[in-house]
């Protein structure tokens, strides 16, 4: 079983997530050193992490001679610098969402990984919690039938970085943020090769005074005539809202991520500590997460990451799924500005095709089953389709 030693870029909220997976995941992979772009910052990280350096060069820590393994987990307006650099030092990298700011900036850096040969994975959180997993797990066995619709939800109050606000760096607002997760949720339950052919979205800017938007909702169009619907904002109160629901021709699935967890607790006065993620008061009522990195995927991910890079197998989540997410993005920005629909363009297609959702209809004495239903007395009621005239009829009928 290997060890990795690891280029770990960046300092933020979600290096720490990282690296608090990645020392505790398999036991055996650590960050040897880390980028920051603050030596004070870079210096703090490595005093808590046990990280043996930290530097403001970010060509030196990719570079670095004792690490294999580089997590790309820097501002969007960096990826693509750090991605072609790592992918130059024939070291496997690990690019955090979104993958680019635009799907040609995502397009190059998939090219340049390729053009390596060396391993892409897009660390996509949020379809590695392990309700998402075992959820996929359920729709790819049959149990709710062909997928229809799914919606996806991520909602909160805002970045915790200055960067995060400043669409010249980032490709965009609440989208670029959080739409990313709720697509890449969205195809993981409709699948993989089901082709997303087209989006309607609208866009404002409600609350923070900013040239992108804080709130977004739409409508993605698959081949299969699923129907995926991602709802994002910036200015929800109340902590971070995660939520998706998938409906299937024979069942449903709910799932909360961190709201409604089952744990919930009032605390009188000030408060005091963390409580989780995007948490906006500790005090009153209270939603903590038992285990915050679990909870939000990162154990599973990295697991997969670091398990695919060493059979040689392509992870769950590649570079081209994250090319992707930034392809529907695109679109989105283009219905939102146009108000239609707007195809998503991609420069190859490698799902295959997906055959439309259809059923071989049920039929009671030469009518069409259209709904069943069970009446307060046992009896069953028939709604049924007359195939010649077309009409509709009730009936009912004994049970059984």
Not at 139 to 159: D, F, K, L, M
Not at 289 to 298: N, P, R
Request: net charge negative; proline share 4%; with cysteine.
């Amino acid at each position: 079983m290997n060890a990795h030693s690891i280029t770990m870029l960046g300092t933020g909220l979600i290096g720490d997530f990282y690296t608090n997976t990645l020392h505790g995941q398999r036991g055996r992979d650590r960050v040897r050193v880390v980028y920051s772009r603050s030596e004070a910052r870079g210096k703090a990280f490595r005093e808590r992490w046990g990280v043996p350096e930290s530097t403001t060069d970010m060509a030196a820590a990719i570079n670095h001679a004792d690490t294999d393994v580089v997590v790309v987990g820097v501002p969007n307006f960096m990826h693509e610098e750090a991605v072609s650099m790592a992918a130059r030092a024939g070291k496997a990298v690990l690019c955090t969402k979104p993958l680019g700011r635009s799907a040609e900036e995502a397009r190059r850096m998939l090219e340049t990984v390729e053009a390596a040969g060396v391993f892409g994975g897009y660390p996509e959180d949020l379809c590695y919690t392990p309700k998402t997993l075992k959820a996929i797990r359920s729709v790819g066995a049959g149990a709710i039938g062909e997928v229809t619709w799914v919606r996806s939800r991520e909602a909160h109050p805002g970045p915790h970085s200055a960067w995060f606000w400043d669409g010249r760096l980032t490709g965009g607002g609440a989208i670029i943020d959080l739409g990313c997760h709720c697509i890449e949720i969205i195809r993981s339950f409709v699948g993989k090769g089901n082709r997303p052919l087209e989006v309607m979205c609208t866009t404002d800017t409600l609350v923070h005074p900013i040239d992108d938007e804080d709130n977004a909702i739409a409508l993605i169009r698959f081949e299969s005539g699923a129907i995926g619907q991602f709802e994002v904002s910036w200015t929800f109160r109340g902590g971070m809202d995660l939520r998706d629901e998938v409906a299937g021709t024979h069942g449903t699935i709910w799932l909360n991520h961190f709201l409604r967890t089952g744990f919930e607790m009032f605390a009188a006065g000030d408060g005091g500590g963390y409580v989780a993620e995007k948490a906006e008061s500790a005090a009153g009522w209270l939603f903590p997460v038992g285990d915050e990195v679990s909870e939000l995927g990162y154990v599973d991910m990295f697991s997969d990451m670091f398990d695919a890079m060493e059979a040689a197998r392509p992870p769950r989540e590649t570079f081209y799924d994250g090319y992707v997410v930034n392809a529907v993005m695109d679109a989105a920005f283009r219905s939102a500005a146009a108000r239609s629909w707007e195809p998503v363009e991609l420069f190859e297609w490698r799902g295959g095709s997906t055959a439309r959702i259809a059923k071989t209809p049920e039929t009671f004495e030469g009518q069409t089953v259209i709904k069943r239903e069970v009446m307060p007395d046992g009896r069953q009621k028939l709604i049924l389709k007359d195939p010649v005239s077309g009409d509709f009829s009730d009936r009912v009928v004994a049970a059984g």
